[in-house]
Each structure stands twice: as structure tokens, then as C-alpha cells.
């Protein structure tokens, strides 16, 4: 079982000449010490704690035992999903490495190689945390478990709160000239008229196209029709023939041509170019004094800054709340909605917004300002800042959800260091002599 095998081509792997061989088996799969090379080659583990020759082959070993868990209770994740997190993933290591050429001399492999190993190991990974849900799904606590968890727990060394705030948001989208959406559909007949003549769709979409699918060539994953703009998907799901390009069609992300690549079921995978028409300053201007007259007549109390947003803002998420900006929160009880944001978190959603709502006082409305919108598109916008709760030391009466997530949170994972050790019991484990000096995190490895 533990035989060597042949030599394979994993980056610093190869050009040291190791012979790749089994160290560990866990049932009946087993961890080669490529698989811990090709781990530490993954830079969210370069500052791993511990020995990565101890800590990487044990985290394979229990991830292992979840794979055969998920196996036996049909878990799976589809590819559609796994692609979607590898495209997240590469785009924001190569940020990190400087370029795609720098990632992939780190990688030391070409970048379709790091997507293969990347697609294994997050699918993989996507399974054993959804296992983990399953596992736990039922964990509960009740109001009298948290009060005793934090009953005798000195203030320094309960949850530190940051400071959360409330916003209300109206958002208005500048005139666009006739003669620019013009331009812009025209310039997209003529990328259309080059496609029919024999040049890339690919290419013009690595070019021109304003969309982040431009580095596939403007090649999107399979979408079902519901999960795409409408005005997007009715044309996309109409094409039939994948030499043929659509007409022009606007979205609510700008102005497209489309091109079929596949039909799968009621999935359709398409390529696209995505234009956006150019602001006239003279128009942005007149949407910001339009904002500041908006402003203005709340404070002279013509009119609430909620009955402001609910009839002229043209932000859709936000107009049927009266304003009130709101996001997905996980909580033990899945993801549940909320209008709290951390600064931080405030300034993931919208740079802009977090630099406005920064000086203001609670109930004042900021100064018009512009920004990029969910979709890509410049507009403009102001605030007012409803609610402001300062950062403190978490407390029962006021921060009861956060504690009572604290506490479901560490009985989940007592649950689950108790599963793995039963695990452990009972699952065939074989370690290789010179790897099994190690603190393991669960010494049962080892029989």
C-alpha cells in the first residue's frame, strides 16, 4: 500500500527530483506527498501555524472523512458552482501576485493547472462544509445556556463590538444623451458585422467588452433563465444557431451582444460584450442638483427622507424599504436580513457610501455624491445616517443574537471534534514512520 510510484510534475515537487509516495492512508483513500506539496504551494497557506508536514496531511485526513460521509449521504456541489468560486478565487490571487504571469511563476505551473488543482480542492472543500451544516443543523441553544456561558466572564475578555450604523440611501441615475446610447449601439453593430465576417467574438470581448467575463473572452458559466436579467436572458435563451450574434440588447448592466455557446437542459451558456454609455458631466451635474434639492426640502420638512427615497430614488433594492440599506447576515439560522453594518463591512458594499456616512451625525443627510452602482453603473446618490450604535463590550440585553451565535457557534464545534474522533475509532488510519512525529490536533491518528 504504501508503494512508490512514478515521478510527477508538481512545480518545486519535480525540480527536486522526490519520488512521490503514499504517507498516509485514511480508509481506503490515500495522501501522496504531492497532494501536502501542492497545498503548500497555495498562498491562503503561507502562514500556516505549525509544521504544514504535520498540520496540511491531517487536515487532508479529516477532510477525507467527510468526503466519505458526504459520499454516503449524497452531498454534492455542482460544477457551475465550484467554477464560479475558482474564478473569484484566481482573480483575486493575481491581484495579490501582481499579474497572471507572476501567480503562475509562484504557482510554478501554467494557470490551467492551478484552476484544475483549484477546482478539486475548493469542490471538496465546498462539500465537507456542507457536510459540516448537515452534521449540525439541528444545534440549538436557548436564552439560559447563553446567560451562563457569559455569566462570569470579565468584560475584557467578552466579544468587542464595533461600531455599527444604519443608512438610508436615494440614488438617482443621470441623463444619458439619446446620441451616446447611439453610439454605443452602433458600435456594437459593428463589433457584430466583424464577428459574421470571420474575426473572434473572443478577442473583441477580451478588447472592449466592460464586463468582468472579458478575461474568458466574454464567456459566462451555464445560467438558468431565471438567474439572468430579463431583458438579457430572453434574447440569450432565444439564439439558436452559435455562429450567430444577437441584436443589440440592453440590460440593466448596459448595452450587450450575445452569442450562444451551449444548451444544456434549461441552461444556456453564452458569451457576451458589455458597453456602457459614457456620463456627460453637464448631466451628472443636474442629477446632483437635483439630489441637493431633494436634501433640502427634508430638511425644511417638505417631506421625510423616507418618502423621498420610496418615490424618487431609482434604486430598486433599497426604494421598497424606504431607503433603508440592508444585507445578508449569517446567524445560526441561516441567512437572515439586516440594516447593521460595521464600517468595514459598510465599505465592502460601497467605498463611496462608507466615506460619506463617515462625519455625518445621526438624522443628517450627506452632501450629493457620485458613485458605482451594483451594476457598474456611475450615478449619484445621498445618505442619511438613521442610526449610529458605538462599539462596545457585548452584553446580554442588547447583544444577545451575537452572544447566542458565540455560543451555538463553539457547540458546533465541540460537536464536530467529537465526530472526528469517533471517526477515528473506527476508520482504518496508516501513517508512514517519518511522519507521524507530530502534535496532531487529534492524537487518534495514530494506533
Not at 460544477?79 to 504571469?101: C, F, L, P, Y
Amino acid at each position: 500500500m504504501l508503494a512508490v510510484f512514478a515521478l510527477l510534475s508538481f512545480g518545486s515537487f519535480a525540480q527536486t527530483n522526490v519520488i512521490d509516495e503514499v504517507i498516509w492512508v485514511v480508509g481506503d483513500e490515500a495522501i501522496l506527498k504531492s497532494d501536502v506539496e501542492s497545498m503548500r504551494r497555495d498562498p491562503d497557506w503561507s502562514k500556516i501555524d505549525g509544521n504544514p508536514y504535520c498540520v496540511i496531511p491531517e487536515r487532508l485526513a479529516i477532510q477525507k472523512l467527510f468526503l466519505h460521509q458526504a459520499a454516503i449521504d449524497s452531498i454534492d456541489v455542482t460544477d457551475q458552482e465550484v467554477n464560479k468560486m475558482v474564478e473569484a478565487t484566481i482573480n483575486e490571487w493575481v491581484v495579490r501576485a501582481g499579474s497572471k504571469e507572476k501567480l503562475e511563476e509562484y504557482m510554478n505551473m501554467p494557470m490551467i493547472q492551478i484552476k484544475e488543482e483549484m477546482f478539486e480542492n475548493l469542490k471538496n472543500q465546498n462539500i465537507v462544509e456542507q457536510m459540516q451544516s448537515t452534521l449540525t443543523k439541528d444545534i440549538k441553544v436557548n436564552p439560559a445556556e447563553v446567560r451562563r456561558y457569559f455569566k462570569d466572564m470579565p468584560q475584557d475578555s467578552l466579544p468587542f463590538i464595533q461600531t455599527q450604523v444604519e443608512v438610508e440611501l436615494i440614488q438617482k441615475q443621470p441623463v444619458i444623451p439619446q446620441s451616446e446610447i447611439d453610439r454605443v449601439k452602433e458600435r456594437l453593430r459593428g463589433f457584430a458585422e466583424r464577428i459574421n465576417n470571420g474575426e473572434s467574438f473572443a478577442n473583441l470581448a477580451k478588447m472592449y467588452s466592460v464586463d468582468g467575463s472579458a478575461r474568458q473572452g466574454g464567456e459566462m458559466d451555464f445560467y438558468g433563465k431565471a438567474e439572468l436579467d430579463p431583458a438579457f436572458a430572453n434574447v440569450a435563451f432565444s439564439l439558436n444557431d452559435p455562429k450567430k450574434v444577437s441584436k443589440v440588447v440592453e440590460s440593466e448592466f448596459g448595452f450587450h451582444i450575445i452569442q450562444m455557446i451551449e444548451k444544456r437542459g434549461d441552461k444556456l451558456k453564452c458569451r457576451h460584450i458589455l458597453l456602457r454609455p459614457e456620463m456627460d458631466q453637464a448631466n451628472i451635474d443636474t442629477c446632483m442638483m437635483m439630489l441637493d434639492s431633494l436634501a433640502e426640502g427634508v430638511r425644511l420638512n417638505k417631506y421625510s427622507f423616507e418618502e423621498a427615497a420610496t418615490f424618487e430614488s431609482d434604486d430598486k433594492d433599497t426604494r421598497s424599504n424606504h431607503g433603508l440599506m440592508s444585507r445578508k447576515a449569517l446567524t445560526d439560522n441561516g441567512y437572515e436580513m439586516t440594516s447593521r453594518y460595521t464600517m468595514s463591512e459598510l465599505a465592502e458594499e460601497s467605498p463611496e457610501i462608507a466615506r460619506a456616512v463617515e462625519g455625518l451625525e445621526i438624522g443628517e443627510i450627506s452632501k450629493p455624491f457620485e458613485m458605482t452602482n451594483k451594476k457598474g453603473k456611475p450615478v449619484c446618490a445621498i445618505v442619511k445616517l438613521k442610526s449610529r450604535i458605538k462599539a462596545h463590550y457585548a452584553n446580554v440585553q442588547e447583544d444577545f443574537q451575537v452572544l447566542r451565535e458565540i455560543v451555538t457557534a463553539k457547540k458546533k464545534e465541540e460537536f464536530i471534534a467529537d465526530w472526528i474522533k469517533e471517526k477515528q475509532k473506527n476508520t482504518y488510519i496508516r501513517i508512514n514512520e517519518e511522519w507521524r512525529d507530530c502534535e496532531f490536533q487529534y492524537p487518534g491518528w495514530v494506533k
